[in-house]
């Protein structure tokens, strides 16, 4: 059982920065996936970034690339998204999610835990 839970959303103008954290619980990382959704009003939820099991590799979906960077503090636990230049578009509520042990995740359906989620609005 893994609990996720996160922080640091917020308002920001168009082209500001936030960082968003979520600590974990219950497993030890570098057993399983663990990265960030997220989901428009409207819109379906979506992969933004992610660590893959072994806690090494990174993924990221093509619309944040080389502006959202994910990293982590093992000793910690927590995870965290720097979102940079940030645009309007990116507003959505924004979920920590990890995978089953041993599995990547970069759809919905391989996501086995979820944050509560915290919200980013960019305004422009």
């Known amino acids: 059982q893994v609990q996720l839970v996160e922080s640091g959303g917020g308002l920001v103008q168009a082209g500001g920065s936030l960082r968003l954290s979520c600590v974990a619980s219950?497993?030890?990382?570098?057993?399983?996936?663990i990265g960030w959704f997220r989901q428009a009003p409207g819109k379906e939820r979506e992969f933004v970034a992610a660590?893959?099991?072994?806690?090494?590799?990174?993924d990221y979906a093509d619309s944040v690339k080389g502006r959202f960077t994910i990293s982590k503090d093992n000793a910690k636990n927590t995870v965290y998204l720097q979102m940079s230049s940030l645009k309007p578009e990116d507003t959505a509520l924004y979920y920590c999610?990890?995978?089953?042990?041993?599995?990547?995740?970069?759809?919905?359906?391989?996501?086995?835990?979820w944050g509560q989620g915290t919200q980013v609005t960019v305004s422009s």
């Open positions: 999610a990890a995978g089953g042990q041993f599995k990547n995740i970069a759809t919905i359906a391989e996501v086995r835990y």
């Open positions: 219950g497993r030890t990382f570098g057993t399983y996936a």
């Open positions: 660590y893959r099991w072994r806690g090494i590799s990174t």
